[in-house]
């Protein structure tokens, strides 16, 4: 288990993480999320020990993480981490070396990844030569190829097409299964949806909510209605809603999406809804990931 135990980083006058915590698992996957400039890469960055913090402490197993513990982390940085003039399977082989393997283990697992991923007939191009996704898919075997305890995932989703997204999603679900932990950033919230239980959000280098996905949905103070009406459709609820409710969107589709506050009762949203018109779909639910995000933060953001 990873713990990470009121960390805290100051740059300067600037504060980037201000006691921050949060717990991974073994077996299990934790999104992590913030705002551009939130601290989730110093986060990341102080795990894998290429910052040092100014207070608090990382654990794996309860042990401090040094140089033997982290060898069985693995690491995918937002930034491209690879040597561009390196051909592809050489630089598989060099990263496993680091953590420890034979040269004959390396060299397997090199092949097996850049099989498994599509590269197979790539191996002996220079990194430089791939594309954005192939270089994103290269990264993803750099963190896998030694068989890591921890994987560490700054933004693993970005740049790929959507087959590759499966694909990766289907590799982390995989490492999951076999027992590792993983720490993954993300600014798709629909696949941090799909993918994790719990998340932590950071906000100015604070935790400002955590916990798991559909707690910290359920506790979220408004809920969301989504009501299509019969043709001719009629004009949007809008100025003769009740106190505290919010017309979000009046969709061309013939769609009315409203906001109203938690203690709303479904009763009520249905009586006035349907004095506005004849409804022939409505659901009612929690906000999704992405608004209670946009909550946490008190401000519209990129996650």
Same mark, same amino acid.
């Given at each position: 288990?990873?713990? +990470? ?6 740059? #300067? &006058?600037? +504060? ?10 073994e077996?299990?996957i ?18 894998? !020990?290429l ?5 608090g ?23 491209? %981490? ?7 399977r050489?630089? *598989?082989?060099?990263? &496993?070396? $680091?953590? !420890? ?6 060299? &397997? ?7 498994? $991923?599509?590269? %197979? ?16 898919? +290269? ?10 305890? $921890? ?6 989703? =970005?740049? *790929?097409?959507?087959?590759?997204v499966?694909?990766?999603?289907a590799?982390?679900l995989?490492? /999951? ?7 993954? =950033?993300?600014?798709q919230?629909?696949? /941090?949806?799909d ?7 950071v ?7 955590? !916990?798991?996905? &559909? ?27 009740p106190?505290?409710?919010?017309? /979000?969107?009046?969709?061309?589709? #013939? ?14 949203? $249905? ?5 506005? !018109?004849?409804? /022939? ?16 933060v008190?401000?519209?953001?990129s996650?």
């Open positions: 288990m990873l713990e +990470v135990s009121g960390i805290s980083k100051r740059f #300067g &006058a600037t +504060v980037a993480l201000d006691d921050v915590s949060l717990t991974v698992r077996g299990e934790l999104g992590f999320l913030g705002p551009n400039g939130s601290g989730k890469t110093t986060t990341m960055r102080s795990i894998m !020990g910052i040092a913090v100014d207070a402490r990382v654990t794996w197993r309860a042990r401090p993480v040094d140089t033997e513990v982290r060898h069985r982390f693995g690491y995918m940085p937002a930034e491209r %981490g690879m040597y561009p003039k390196m051909h592809v050489e630089q *598989l082989v060099y990263f &496993a070396r $680091l953590a !420890g393997r034979s040269a004959a283990e390396a060299g &397997a697992a090199a092949d097996g990844w850049l099989d498994r $991923l599509g590269l %197979g007939d790539r191996a002996n191009d220079e990194v430089q030569a791939l594309s954005s996704g192939n270089q994103q898919r +290269v990264q993803l075997a750099i963190a896998l190829v030694h068989d890591p305890d $921890l994987l560490i995932l700054d933004e693993p989703f =970005s740049g *790929l097409d959507p087959i590759a499966e694909t990766m999603k590799m982390l995989e490492q /999951v299964g076999r027992g590792a932990a993983v720490l993954f =950033s993300s600014h919230l629909d696949l /941090v949806s993918i994790c239980r719990d998340v932590v959000i906000d100015r280098g604070r935790v400002v909510l955590d !916990g798991d996905v &559909a707690a910290i949905r359920e506790r979220s103070p408004v809920r969301d209605v989504t009501v299509k009406f019969a043709a001719p459709r009629p004009s949007a609820p809008n100025g003769s809603t106190d505290g409710w919010e017309v /979000v969107d009046d969709g061309s589709d #013939g769609s009315v999406r409203l906001r109203v506050p938690a203690a709303t009762d479904l009763d009520e949203v $249905l009586t006035f809804l349907s004095r506005t !018109g004849r409804i /022939v779909d409505l659901s009612f639910g929690p906000p999704e990931l992405s608004e209670v995000f946009r909550i946490a008190g401000r519209e953001g996650p």
